[in-house]
């Protein structure tokens, strides 16, 4: 069974305190995103990875960074979290896309709130 | 950046009718993927049905199909004999070849006895 697991399904941070969301694939995938997901806003791009070690900015990528060390692993950071980081984090991963039945796989997502 | 407009932040339906939600896209890629997702209150987002854009034929599953206009940039979902369990959030989504993936707003969808 495909998975791709997220650390935490809550969690409670402090303004100012750095941050880690980790995000796990267990399917060798080579692409792993980090989506930020607000009501009436739907899902938004914060960081694509495709492949070790590379990323892209997404639409909303001011205040995070990213880390990839590891294909499995795709790390969100936030330096210095802040209250209008408040929100649900979904991780993703997908196989490279050709011609076949690619899909993004989805964690469970982490709802954070920073007070 | 490709962007995704679902105009129908909510919707209602009757437990075994017919709904159509709607998408709308915006790319200058000849090649590309489309998908619905399903977001129940679990949260967790399940796939429910996808699409290729050099595929002209619409894409079905089960009760679920698609009305995929390529040229109008459209995408809309039909779920045809409504069950209590569809009721979710939906997502529109688009995929370029290089995996850059993008989401709608979402409409949600309620299933009414």
């Known amino acids: 069974d495909v998975k791709v697991t997220q650390s935490s399904r809550y969690l409670v941070k402090r303004t100012g305190e750095k941050v880690f969301l980790e995000c796990v694939q267990d399917m060798d995938h080579e692409n792993m995103f980090w989506y930020r997901q607000d009501p009436g806003l739907g899902l938004r791009l914060i960081y694509f990875?495709?492949?070790?070690?590379?990323?892209e900015k997404g639409d909303i990528p001011e205040g995070y960074s990213v880390s990839r060390e590891k294909k499995e692993r795709f790390s969100l950071i936030l330096e210095s979290a802040s209250t209008n980081q408040t929100s649900m984090y979904l991780c993703?991963?997908?196989?490279?896309?050709?011609?076949?039945?690619?899909?993004?796989?989805f964690g469970q997502g982490t709802r954070l709130t920073v007070v | 950046a490709q962007t995704v407009t679902q105009s129908q932040p909510e919707m209602s339906v009757q437990e075994a009718e017919t709904v159509t939600l709607s998408c709308t896209y915006d790319t200058s890629e000849s090649n590309y993927y489309l998908f619905w997702y399903k977001q129940p209150p679990s949260r967790q987002m399940i796939l429910v049905i996808r699409q290729e854009a050099y595929k002209q034929q619409n894409a079905t599953e089960n009760r679920f199909s698609v009305n995929f206009q390529k040229a109008a940039k459209s995408f809309s979902l039909k779920i045809s004999d409504s069950q209590l369990g569809d009721t979710a959030m939906y997502f529109c989504?688009?995929?370029?070849?290089?995996?850059?993936?993008?989401f709608g707003a979402g409409t949600r969808l309620t299933v009414k006895p």
């Open positions: 990875s495709y492949d070790v070690k590379m990323k």
């Open positions: 989504a688009f995929m370029k070849l290089t995996n850059d993936m993008r």
């Open positions: 993703a991963s997908t196989s490279q896309t050709g011609f076949g039945n690619t899909e993004a796989f």
